[in-house]
């Protein structure tokens, strides 16, 4: 039977343990290790706010975990290091290729330059990337979403669940992957009711400065405008918008989760009550589907996108109060319908 072990790495011990695995091609003994190429499987490499973000890169974890019990072959999931540099992100990767994982994702647009470099020097590696399309070669799959199709029915729940005709978008950091989703969710919004204010922020320039990382920045911003009257607040921020849900349940009013269903969560179980929805983006699927594609022999490449058609964006209905509203779900079934028909055009900046 083959063994199974994982790989995960914080902080500055990351980049020694990158050289040193690519120095001797093996995973780390503490972690159990494999000679056998054959064993080991899908690699990921997370992105900034790392595992336990409740969020983005735990539904990439939720994916390798899928696949490590289908395919039964060892996993590496690696955190990222405080002010890395591309070079490091491509070190990461390719000390993985080398030990034979197969396929290595980099979790994140910002794994773009570090991809691009180790497929190269691998290419009988197959890659992936989740939230990037620029990167066009034979053994690398662009993973990307519709993000704005989601945001766009979490518009349309917001514009029905406002009782002050006030809501806000959070977006961690000010970049055309997050204007995605203040886009479709501020079209969402003024569909439904026009009437309905939008409030929008970004809480930084640069991922550098922690606008995916930071909870105090984003419970600052939702607080901010919460006494500006919003309440529905909508978080497109990674890590940070916990901070944001921590403030709407501590105000009384609505947030809406991001990327994975939050209300399931069990590190945000204490403010479940206070998550609306969530507009949901399937990386764990994405990620799983990627690795069984390498494992059936056919792997995916180039531009793979999931949208509300193919059922990998949607809005989560754990929430009784939200699932049960028989007004606001025939809304947003309408929405839906509609945009995938083409009917709406939902924009995406």
Known sequence: MRRISRITVAGAATASLALALSACGGTSTSAGSSDSKGDKGLAIAYDVGGKGDQSFNDAAYAGLEQAKK???????????????????????LASLAKQGYNPVIGVGYAYAAAIKGASEKF????????????????????????????????????????????????????????????????????????????????????????????????????????EKKADVVYAAAGLSGQGVIEAAAANKVWAIGVDSDQYQQEALAKYKDSILTSAMKDVAKAVYNLAKSVEDGKPETGIVRGDLKTGEVSLSNSNPKFADDAGLQEAIKTAKEKIISG???????
């Open 70 to 92: 289908e395919f039964g072959y060892q996993t590496a999931d690696v955190e990222p290091t405080e002010g890395e540099t591309d070079a490091d992100k491509e070190q990461r």
């Open 123 to 226: 290419p009988d590696t197959t890659f992936g990337i989740v939230d990037d399309a620029t990167i066009n070669s034979k053994n690398v799959a662009d993973l990307v979403f519709s993000e704005e199709q989601a945001s766009y029915l979490a518009g349309v729940a917001a514009a029905k669940s406002t009782k002050s005709n006030v809501v806000g978008f959070v977006g961690g950091v000010d970049i055309p992957l997050i204007h995605k989703f203040q886009a479709g969710f501020e079209q969402g919004v003024k569909d439904t009711n026009p009437k309905v204010k939008v409030l929008s922020q970004y809480l930084t320039q640069t991922a550098e400065e922690g606008g995916f990382s930071s909870p105090d920045k984003g419970k600052t911003a939702a607080e901010g405008q919460i």
């Open 343 to 349: 009917e709406i055009k939902v924009k995406s900046s």
